[in-house]
């Protein structure tokens, strides 16, 4: 914009002629004033148009600040949501891992207990096989006692069958059937038997064949005698007086 310079006025002279006039120079003024209007415009409209681009991009940074502070909300929020479950999980897994601790803790008991139990019962299998033992010699022994006992007794035995025309032989565990025959004239085949119960001290009659009134008599004197010969006499005499 081209610059006005102020013109020096003669004042005198211009008050010495006839038609005294200034020259204000409008057209200049009016020149210069609008260019200087025109300028402000230009500076307002640019200042206009960066105070509307900074505000813009205030505006754009607020958006995009905003938009990002809604994310890391919503991130921060998965993040208490996740961290709420993986405080669950591990709250979960300290109760398992209690009760796992628990569970072993009774284990271990259990297992003291059963080997406490083991170390008894292998005391009473050992008792037991001690005692087996025993019984199995004591048996040993019997069995030797019997076998001479019947090696013994063995001929008494086939003569007091041959003799008293009987015959004996064991039926039950410690239960011994004597059967007497040549007791009936009449049928010499005839039965006459009985059954000795001999397993306690007081040995007993179970049955007899036929009934003898006189048993008790004869079973009480076989159980103070002890004499089972004896006895099979007597009962083969009181057949016959039976009979007789």
Known sequence: ????????????????????????????????????????????????????????????????????????????????????????????????????????????????????????VDAEIEQYRALTANLRREKDRERQTLEMHAAQTGPELNACETRLRCHIEGIEKDRLLIRFTHIDKIDIDRQFSFVLDVASRSNQVITTTPPLPNLPILLNELNETKDIFRFIKLMRSAFVQLVE
Request: charged share 30%; net charge neutral; glycine share 0%.
């Open 1 to 120: 914009m081209p610059q006005v310079r102020p013109t020096h006025l003669d004042l005198a002279s211009i008050l010495a002629e006839p038609n005294p006039s200034v020259d204000l120079r409008l057209h200049a003024y009016e020149v210069s004033t609008s260019n200087f209007l025109r300028a402000v415009t230009n500076y307002a409209n640019r200042a206009v148009a960066e105070i509307t681009k900074h505000r813009n991009a205030q505006e754009a940074d607020k958006k995009r600040l905003a938009e990002k502070t809604v994310a890391v909300k919503a991130e921060t929020n998965q993040c208490k949501v996740k961290e709420i479950e993986l405080l669950a999980v591990i709250e979960r897994e300290r109760e398992e891992v209690r009760e796992a601790e628990t569970s072993i803790t009774a284990l271990k008991r259990q297992l003291a207990s059963i080997r406490e139990t083991c170390q008894s």
